[in-house]
């Protein structure tokens, strides 16, 4: 089957001060995070590009969180890495338009079946994950 799209669903918590991030832990971020999503656009253009046209575009989304823009505090790496990821996400719609949607999904914490090890952590503190779900228009985590 042709190729039709592509999602660039990866990501790192650094959850902690700014004046306990080092610069490693930032370019560590943007790394995975923007020039990740950067690569694999690259690597899948060629095949997008063939499928697709302006009738019948191709897709691209890209993982962000609502910590790029909420701000939250002890989120300083992460809000950066995403917020680049969003500034790519919009770089590339406008380069890549009308063949190619690129979009952004922004989740929150999320928490059910089978938790990650960072939901788990975040969401086992009761006062933590209250907080957090208090934060949304449906208040609870998702």
């Keep these: 089957a042709p190729m039709k799209g592509g999602a660039y669903a990866v990501g790192s918590i650094v959850l902690k001060p700014l004046r306990g991030c080092s610069a490693e ?12 999503a950067a690569i694999l656009t690259k690597a899948l253009l060629p095949a997008l590009k063939k499928h697709s046209s302006s009738e019948d575009p191709a897709g691209l989304v890209f993982f962000s969180s609502v910590a790029a823009k909420k701000g939250l ?5 992460v809000s950066a890495a995403k917020g680049g990821v969003e500034g790519l996400a919009a770089a590339m719609a406008a380069e890549l ?14 928490w059910g079946g089978s938790p990650s ?3 788990a952590t975040l969401a086992s503190n009761e006062k933590v ?9 449906l208040p609870r985590l998702g």
């Design 117 to 119: 090890e960072m939901a």
């Design 97 to 110: 338009a009308p063949s190619v949607r690129v979009n952004v999904v922004a989740p929150s914490l999320t």
């Design 25 to 36: 832990d930032f370019v560590a971020a943007f790394t995975l995070n923007v020039v990740g």
């Design 73 to 77: 505090a002890n989120h300083a790496v």
């Design 129 to 137: 994950a209250k907080a957090v779900a208090a934060a949304h228009a």
